[in-house]
């Protein structure tokens, strides 16, 4: 299982880590994020994606 942190302090709701896992990530109606906070194994590279070109380096992943 993959632990999914958005430190919203630091979010800036720019929304690049949703083009990079949609299914996890998403701009809600307000613009502002929403994610899932946890996620299957299956989707570890497209969250590290995420977490990758995130502006603010404001997404943690952890696999447990
Ligand atoms: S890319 Fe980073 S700053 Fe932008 S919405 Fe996602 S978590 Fe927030």
Known sequence: ????????????HYGQCCFEAEDIFQLDDDGKLVYQAQASD????????????????AITVEQS
Do not use: H
């Open 1 to 12: 299982m993959i632990q999914v942190t958005v430190d919203m302090d630091k979010c800036q």
């Open 42 to 57: 299956d989707r570890l590279a497209d969250i590290e994606s995420a977490a990758d070109v995130c502006p603010m380096q």
